[in-house]
């Protein structure tokens, strides 16, 4: 899996600065299972790699409370606008992708992590 080098370098600086929502999920563990799902949301691959669908299992493991949920869809938020270009469409992709049942919203600068 190749990301470019400024999706590293942001995912490095959010992983140091250890932005965390107020929960018992830390943001570093939401970007570190997520990032090797960069390739898909990007569309430069046509399905997710079996790390990124480790990493989603991973989350939706963690994801058991609605504060865990909103702690979570605000670090994705974080976490892809670091990015760049992305297909937040995809997004709803990846658990279907991956063999799960959870309904993911497509996930932008715009959502509503409350919901």
């Known amino acids: 899996m190749k990301m470019s080098r400024a999706a590293?370098?942001?995912?490095?600086?959010?992983?140091?600065?250890?932005?965390?929502?107020?929960?018992?999920?830390k943001c570093p563990t939401v970007i570190e299972d997520v990032s090797?799902?960069?390739s898909f949301l990007k569309?430069?691959?046509k399905h997710p790699s079996e790390e990124c669908c480790q990493g989603i299992k991973s989350l939706n493991g963690e994801a058991g409370s609605h504060?865990?949920?909103e702690a979570i869809c605000l670090c994705l938020k974080q976490g892809l606008?670091?990015?760049?270009?992305?297909d937040p469409q995809?997004?709803?992709?990846?658990?279907?992708?991956c063999g799960l049942s959870v309904?993911?919203?497509?996930?932008d600068e715009k959502t509503d992590c409350t919901k």
């Open 8 to 25: 590293i370098v942001s995912i490095v600086i959010l992983l140091i600065t250890g932005c965390e929502a107020q929960s018992s999920i």
């Open 43 to 45: 569309s430069n691959t």
């Open 36 to 38: 090797p799902c960069v």
């Open 67 to 69: 504060e865990n949920r």
């Open 81 to 86: 606008t670091a990015i760049g270009d992305y």
């Open 103 to 107: 309904t993911l919203p497509p996930i």
């Open 90 to 97: 995809r997004i709803p992709l990846v658990p279907k992708e």
